[in-house]
């Protein structure tokens, strides 16, 4: 037994050896890999947003559906003062409006990544829905995500102002 023990000591040596010489695996490209576009500024964004939003406000004021059509997820979630309400429930109220004029400023964006920001800003306006006011300072946020390469939004809030 002692005879075989230098023996074993040796291959378990050489064993080793072979083990640390191994190349180390490298990350080769993937042929199927895009490349990233570049990323865009946070004013960028922010202004690509605020006009999309405003984009919105405007297609309120004229009772044009396309826009919300285009820049709405289907699972979008809207809250005001009148509830909750999905994508076809906004769409449908459009025409029970009267919008005279509205204003946007205090645009604040806060990204939380490549594909995610939420918008944050004061509308003023003068518009009746249903034959009722609707509140003239209201501060908005809405939250957008990029989907296939598309920034939609996923949620918009209003709190009429104080």
């Not at 075989?4 to 291959?11: G, V």
């Not at 605020?50 to 396309?66: C, F, G, I, R, V």
Request: charged letters at 20%.
């Amino acid at each position: 037994m002692k005879r075989h023990l230098p023996l074993a000591a040796i291959i378990i040596m050489a064993f080793a050896g072979l083990c640390f010489a191994q190349p180390q695996a490298t990350a080769s490209p993937s042929p199927a890999a895009k490349p990233r576009a570049p990323r865009v500024s946070k004013a960028q964004l922010q202004r690509q947003l605020s006009e999309m939003e405003t984009a919105l406000w405007t297609a309120w004021k004229n009772k044009d559906p396309k826009p919300f059509q285009r820049h709405l997820a289907a699972d979008v979630v809207g809250v005001g003062d009148m509830g909750v309400s999905g994508k076809s429930s906004t769409t449908d109220g459009l025409n029970g409006c009267d919008v005279r004029s509205f204003s946007l400023s205090d645009w604040k964006l806060t990204r939380f990544s490549d594909n995610t920001a939420v918008i944050t800003y004061k509308g003023t306006q003068d518009a009746t829905c249903g034959g009722q006011a609707v509140p003239g300072t209201i501060w908005a946020s809405s939250v957008w995500m990029k989907r296939k390469g598309t920034w939609q939004a996923v949620f918009h809030q209003e709190t009429p102002a104080k």
